[in-house]
């Protein structure tokens, strides 16, 4: 049972116009979210996260939204880069009940055609 | 160097063979969490230290995975006895401690059981 989803395997998008990832969790117990970026060969390199007690961080061209009555965030770049084509992940843990391993999903793999 | 690092980058074993992976994680971060990462997949928790102690191991497919970290700072993950199933990379993520959930990775160990 997934307690991460990512819906979307893939997304194509033009270079200069947004690019929204998605993700939605089912365990009420997250609160604290975040994304990675991932390149062929290397490990996840960290982008941005929100903590349950706000709905929006933002950081440069990458915001975070959370919509925690409908178990939902997502991940805005704008304006989208071909150097932004990469595998995004989200991540939750469960901080507050001490359970801090991330819980990811299977990943979105990002497309911007310049 | 400032990031998390690991080795071997790319490991061949045959089945059966015993397989040790190192992580070496950013220098003063507590804790130090290990993943496993199938093709296609999003990384999956394996275990967790906290300097020396490994406070949770529920993430260890089976007892021939065993990891340690002796002196709070080196992590070593071991696989007796590999199979085929064992094939995937395997992530080392650290973070400065607890209530410090941003986990940084290194770039994985790419281990193929034959």
């Known amino acids: 049972d997934q307690q991460v989803k990512q819906n979307s395997p893939s997304l194509s998008v033009q270079e200069g116009r947004i690019s929204i990832l998605n993700c939605d969790y089912t365990?009420?117990?997250?609160?604290?979210f975040l994304w990675y970026k991932k390149y062929p060969a290397e490990g996840p390199t960290f982008l941005i996260s929100?903590?349950?007690?706000?709905d929006k961080n933002e950081d440069g061209r990458f915001t975070v939204f959370l919509n925690k009555s409908a178990k939902h965030l997502s991940l805005h770049i704008v304006p989208s880069q071909p150097g932004d084509s990469a595998v995004y992940f989200c991540a939750a843990s469960a901080r507050y009940s001490g359970n801090t391993p991330l819980v990811f999903g299977k990943g979105t793999r990002l497309s911007v055609i310049a | 160097g400032a990031g998390v690092s690991q080795s071997p980058r790319y490991k061949v074993a045959k089945r059966g063979q015993d397989v040790a992976l190192r992580c070496d994680p950013i220098?003063?971060?507590?804790?130090l969490f290990w993943y496993q990462q199938a093709l296609g997949q999003g990384p999956e928790f394996l275990t967790y230290f906290q300097n020396e102690a490994q406070l949770d191991k529920s993430g260890l497919p089976s007892d021939r995975f065993f990891a340690e970290r002796p002196e709070g700072s080196v992590s070593t993950l071991k696989i007796q006895r590999t199979q085929q199933e064992d094939s995937a990379v395997y992530l080392c993520a650290s973070s400065a401690g607890p209530g410090q959930e941003t986990q940084y990775f290194g770039p994985g160990t790419r281990l193929l059981v034959l």
């Open positions: 220098s003063g971060h507590v804790s």
């Open positions: 929100i903590s349950s007690i706000k």
């Open positions: 365990n009420s117990m997250f609160d604290y």
